[in-house]
């Protein structure tokens, strides 16, 4: 899992997961560009990291011209793209009748269409290496659901369909698409989303204890998943949905049912 002489791209990659896995690349002696439009976090991390290996590019990627002028600064920059981590998302809240349409575009702006615009203009210089690997920042909201995050979870579920369907059109040219789907992590996306409650402490106990391991995760978790399916230990797997949730998905009905002595106690 090292990845000397590759060149990887992070987008949302200044915060959060985003951001560990920026460090978890750069660690493992990669060409790291993180891509963000938080300025100020995106400068701070590279002051940070103080390395030439990890540069910074503020990035609008939502908007179509922006990313196609983008990508090539990246290239002559750090010399291709060997990995494509699209991680870059926002956390949205409201019903079919409650989001509004600004809320349902932006949200799957962020989530969907950046993930579109930033392969679409990177896979071609992926062909000229020979062959790379793309990671996408999935959900456990792409496999469920949870009430009021219609647009959250619209975007989520089509970042599947965005991973498998990039995986079979481009598996003849060497690239391998695979999608990370994490439980709740710790991170300044999900303190923000706490902060919404009367009682943000409580949502954070509510966080840790819906996992069967008994806490949320870290976003450096998710960043090892992420190397690994981007190294060539992970040579064999692409168009996956890999789910690094603590076992969150696993109890039906959730922590409260199993807790509730559902079933009968042997003897």
Known sequence: MNFSGKVVIVTGGASGIGRATSLEFLNRDANVAVLDRNDDAGQKLAREAASDCLRFFYADLSSGTHVEQLIPKIVKAFGGIDVLVSNAGIQTYGSATTTTEAEWDDTLAANLKSGFLVS??????MIQRGGGSI????SVQSLGAQRNSLAYIV????????TRSMALDYAKDNIRVNAVC????DTPMLRWAASLDDNPERVIAACH?????????KPE???????????????????SVITADGGLMLPIGGMSFQESGTGAKKA
């Open 135 to 138: 990671v996408i920042t999935a």
């Open 221 to 239: 978790e998710i960043a090892q998943v992420i190397a690994f399916l981007a190294s060539d230990l992970a040579s064999f797997v692409t168009g």
């Open 182 to 185: 994490p439980g709740a992590i």
């Open 120 to 125: 679409k203009h990177s896979i071609p210089y």
């Open 155 to 162: 975007s989520k579920h089509a970042l599947i369909g965005l």
């Open 209 to 217: 204890k819906i996992h069967p391991v008994g806490r949320m995760g």
